[in-house]
């Protein structure tokens, strides 16, 4: 029998092995409590740490939020917990809409140290600052068209690594004077602005339009290196990603799980975010789905992850369940994901990066690494800080798609009649 076959019936059994076990849980009936709304990280961190006028500033007003109610719930508490690879410490995304860009370079740090044992901390900004460029060239050739703003896809990173490279932290930090907090409110409104004005105008010059993008972005967060050194050696950004990261973009690839397009083949994720419309997506039935990340990360591969996160089971103490008033667990299936996607409750809201397991009453949870401020309201004295537990629940039915390396896929490939790879 194929090993990875084996290696689906295998996780099947297991699972239908702990039923009987389960029926409580399956049973379950959640409750929910309004939880007032209290400043957290991102009004006690962010904002004071970018603002000159904090003490001028409007309180956020009074509000409530329809939250699961975890209190008395066997969840995990801490990262300790969980069977983990290698990461970096978490880093905050700050006031911008960039997660995507610090969720993936997570992932390929902890790829860097799989495949190299290097601990490499990677610029998040030098990749956004590219993203940016081609989003105008984009805009351009599409005649105003095309989607400009923050928000990208996982494989964005890919993309950019592929056509500029990479570069170290320190190199490109992406801060411009003393603050040391990401904030891109302005560089955004003045780029919006003068994008806008070309569109009225109707002047696509693609050279002028980026070589002012460009400079917008160079006084925001820097210029980009042309070189870095490492080791005492000069390396082109690309020659950085290729002969000190050791990495090989073709190598990676996107999953994804929806009913609207055939399984077993590639489908474009048509979402705003992906804004150059990328076809390469590798659909698969959302049992396959959940198998290839259980499978994956038992062995060691780290998975880049985006989906949504506005729902009442998340964030409860960085817990994030499906509460059995949304859907109860034996009911959550490629219908009611397909559901969910459809009708715009599931959205491509957040890039994270997952680097752990644990099972638990014959269920699993997986640790994951965010970039955002609700996974920093525990404190950052506390070793939840940037991380959320997720329930296999959760995963199966809001999280839409992921990045893998190919050998935790390679046994699907049979599977997928267009692949030549």
Request: glycine share 6%.
């Amino acid at each position: 029998m194929n090993k990875f076959l084996f290696s689906l019936l295998s996780v099947s059994v297991f699972q239908f092995s702990f039923f009987t076990f389960n029926s409580s849980a399956q049973n379950r009936h959640d409750k929910a409590i309004y939880k007032e709304y209290k400043a957290g990280y991102y009004q006690n961190t962010i904002m004071r740490g970018i603002s000159d006028n904090t003490e001028k500033k409007t309180p956020p007003k009074t509000q409530q939020y329809f939250k699961m109610d975890v209190i008395g719930m066997d969840v995990p508490t801490s990262p300790a917990q969980f069977t983990s690879v290698f990461r970096n410490t978490p880093i905050s995304q700050g006031n911008t809409g960039t997660c995507w860009s610090f969720a993936t370079t997570s992932y390929y740090e902890t790829e860097i140290n799989r495949i190299t044992n290097q601990n490499i901390s990677l610029s998040q900004l030098f990749t956004v600052y590219w993203e940016y460029v081609d989003k105008a060239k984009g805009f351009v050739n599409t005649r105003g068209q095309s989607l400009f703003d923050e928000g990208s896809e996982c494989n964005a990173v890919k993309r950019i690594y592929q056509q500029y490279g990479c570069v170290p932290y320190e190199d490109f930090p992406g801060y411009t004077g003393d603050v040391k907090i990401y904030n891109h409110t302005g560089m955004m409104t003045e780029m919006k602005t003068y994008l806008a004005s070309v569109k009225e105008a109707n002047a696509w010059n693609e050279e002028e339009i980026t070589g002012t993008i460009k400079s917008i972005l160079n006084h925001y967060i820097g210029t980009p290196p042309s070189s870095v050194t490492w080791m005492k050696k000069v390396y082109s950004p690309k020659d950085f990603l290729t002969q000190v990261c050791k990495l090989n973009m073709s190598d990676y690839v996107d999953v994804i799980s929806l009913k609207e397009k055939p399984y077993y083949t590639q489908m474009e994720y048509k979402v705003p975010d992906n804004w150059w419309h990328d076809s390469t997506y590798y659909n698969v039935p959302l049992d396959t789905f959940m198998a290839i990340v259980k499978r994956g990360i038992r062995a060691g591969y780290s998975i880049g992850i985006g989906g949504d996160v506005s729902e009442p089971g998340f964030n409860m103490n960085n817990v994030c369940m499906v509460p059995s008033f949304d859907c109860p667990s034996d009911f959550i299936d490629e219908n009611a994901r397909q559901f969910r996607f459809n009708n715009q409750t599931t959205t491509d809201d957040h890039g994270m990066h997952l680097v752990g397991y644990m099972n638990k009453d014959g269920k699993d949870w997986f640790l994951v690494k965010d970039s955002g401020s609700g996974s920093r309201n525990v404190g950052d004295d506390n070793e939840s800080f940037g991380y959320y537990y997720f329930h296999e629940d959760y995963l199966k039915l809001k999280i839409v798609d992921f990045i893998i390396h190919k050998d935790a896929f390679k046994n699907l490939w049979n599977m997928f009649p267009t692949h030549r790879g």
